[in-house]
């Protein structure tokens, strides 16, 4: 039996490694995939996993096919570990500077994962936003679904954990090791790029051996 989506849970361990994600990078936004299980119209999510970006813009962020394998993956090892039904269930990313509501792109991405699975979500975090009023930063979050081409807010619950579970703990180690890699990548895309000064910088390290 199907049962419509009523709300999602989020593990709070899990809250903190997505938020220390979003709060990586004030310049472009940042994607990972959800982990946990859908009961009865409820979904919890209790893992994550960070997804290496294939482009990184200040307004979108992709990932390869390949990334999201590696969710799946993670899914099936989770299973087997806990004894569970683990899949991934939904994605995050983040919005530096600009407010928690989904763009178009967002809604459209949304929908293709519904396509996939009725009771995927996804979940924005607003970062490195000020309030106008008390000059603080602020950090927003919000969870939503497509409907008919726009975004549809789902209620959503952050659960306490009285512990960080091992898995969140390998995402925080591999967090600064997803970044390096990911400039690099970028720089050997730039390897030979025919403005000098470019090609300089992205090559200093091999000037330097």
């Known amino acids: 039996m199907t049962y419509p989506l009523k709300k999602v849970t989020l593990k709070a361990d899990v809250y903190m490694v997505c938020l220390e994600h979003a709060l990586s990078t004030e310049n472009f936004e940042v994607m990972g995939l959800l982990i946990g299980d859908n009961v009865e ?102 969870c939503f679904q497509s409907c008919h081409g726009s975004s549809k807010e789902i209620p959503l619950e952050i659960i306490y954990t009285p512990n960080v579970s091992i898995w969140c703990c390998r995402s925080m180690i591999e967090l600064p090791q997803i970044l390096v890699q990911e400039e690099k990548n970028v720089a050997e895309n730039y390897k030979n790029h025919p403005d000098i000064l470019v090609h300089i910088c992205n090559n200093a390290g091999e000037y330097r051996k």
Not at 59 to 69: Q, Y
Not at 94 to 115: F, G, K
Request: overall charge neutral.
């Open 41 to 142: 119209g409820v979904t919890s999510i209790s893992a994550m996993k960070i997804s290496s970006r294939s482009d990184k813009k200040k307004d979108r962020v992709e990932i390869s096919p390949s990334e999201s394998v590696k969710a799946w993956e993670e899914a099936e090892r989770l299973t087997k570990e806990l004894h569970k039904t683990m899949r991934v269930i939904g994605w995050y990313h983040s919005h530096p500077h600009i407010t928690i509501c989904p763009s178009q792109i967002d809604i459209n991405t949304q929908q293709l994962y519904q396509t996939m699975e009725r009771s995927f979500v996804g979940l924005i975090f607003s970062v490195f936003s000020e309030d106008q009023t008390t000059k603080e930063q602020e950090v927003m979050l919000t």
